[in-house]
């Protein structure tokens, strides 16, 4: 079957392969045919190695399709059936998911590690243990999360991961409050998720800060009150806040300048949100005094920050009643052919998100 190969760390291109072998089929296992996958930064993070992923390796894990065939043990999943992938499955048993933090479990990552393809010159590994630019895949039946029918593959690849953790980043994390105000940096397609949640929740100004000036505009169209550029969001921070700060600033960057930057434009007693994965070598530093006299509240928020499962029907909720736009955010299609010009348009931001249609 083809799929879009990775062979060493640090290389920009990916190269469409026809000799690759979706491999460890069985009991436990669904074999999935993948329809369409979402592109996001957290793939090209891998790429380059600021998120850790062994090589060669096919990238993506916003994925959705048809069940091909289940293995021994499953239930709950036939063949035929429509489904997402979720590149971070729950086990239900371990100290995280008892305590109601499935987004925390760790079952999903230990099969990181283990390839679940091949070439016939050897193994090939599977992003976040999935691997969805490919035409088939084989993931645990954890990661096979059933979709209504009226759901479209590239609207269900989207929730699998982008949609799921800007909006949980809003609601779940931070709990936006109603008439709140909100700075949300970095407007790729997690962070107009964020914009998003922050409406859904009621925030009367919803700032966007980024360069690109054509997500800035995009920014606007999906609830944003006002875009501004990084060098503009100090004069918005004044003229909106009285130089307070923000209520709540999420940072859907993954770097620690801009997360010092989103500290420092939230006021005192407010909500520091990270929403953005960065590098295990890039520190985020605040002194001991400020950390204790400004009351901040820094949160963190891994997928969403809440239990997938019930934010992926919350997210398919919502975009039935019209609360949620998910097809504006799908800016360029492309075929499995054309994905390195894809890899082009998201690293200088002329895309929101791209759907794969395979």
């Known amino acids: 079957m083809r799929a879009a190969v990775l062979h060493e760390i640090g290389q920009d ?79 239900g048993e371990c100290p995280s998911c008892r305590r109601g933090q499935t987004q925390l479990c760790l079952a999903g990552f230990m099969n990181a590690g283990t390839p679940n393809f091949k070439r016939p010159g050897g193994d090939v590994f599977g992003f976040a243990g999935t691997g969805t630019f490919t035409e088939e895949v084989v993931v645990g039946a954890g990661c096979a999360v059933p979709i209504p029918d009226d759901v479209p593959f590239e609207i269900a690849a989207l929730i699998g991961c982008g949609v799921t953790t800007g909006l949980g980043a809003a609601i779940n994390t931070a709990k936006v409050e109603a008439g709140s105000s909100v700075a949300v940096i970095g407007c790729g397609g997690v962070g107009i998720s964020t914009i998003q949640g922050a409406r859904v929740q009621g925030a009367a100004q919803i700032v966007a800060v980024d360069p690109v000036a054509s997500r800035r505009e995009a920014a606007l169209r999906f609830g944003a009150t006002e875009a501004v550029s990084p060098d503009e969001f100090t004069d918005a921070k004044q003229r909106i806040t009285a130089g307070e700060g923000f209520d709540y600033v999420f940072e859907v960057v993954g770097k620690s300048a801009t997360a010092r930057t989103a500290y420092e434009h939230t006021r005192r007693g407010g909500t520091l949100c990270i929403v953005g994965a960065g590098a295990m070598d890039d520190n985020f530093q605040v002194n001991m005094f400020e950390l204790f006299f400004d009351e901040k509240r820094i949160l963190p928020s891994m997928y969403g920050g809440g239990d997938v499962l019930r934010s992926y029907e919350r997210a398919i909720a919502l975009w039935r009643a019209g ?36």
């Open 13 to 91: 291109k990916l190269e469409v392969l026809d000799d690759v072998e979706a491999v460890g089929f069985g009991p436990g296992k669904v074999r999935l045919r993948i329809r369409a996958t979402g592109l996001c930064h957290s793939d090209v993070s891998a790429m380059s190695g600021v998120l850790p992923q062994p090589a060669p390796f096919i990238p993506g894990h916003e994925g959705a399709g048809e069940v091909v065939d289940v293995g021994d043990g499953v239930s709950g999943l036939s063949a035929g059936d429509r489904v997402l992938v979720c590149w971070l499955p729950a086990c």
């Open 323 to 358: 609360r949620i736009d998910l097809e504006s955010m799908i800016t360029h299609r492309v075929r499995l052919d054309g994905i390195n010009d894809a890899l082009d348009q998201m690293r200088t931001g002329e895309s929101l998100r791209t759907c794969i249609e395979l």
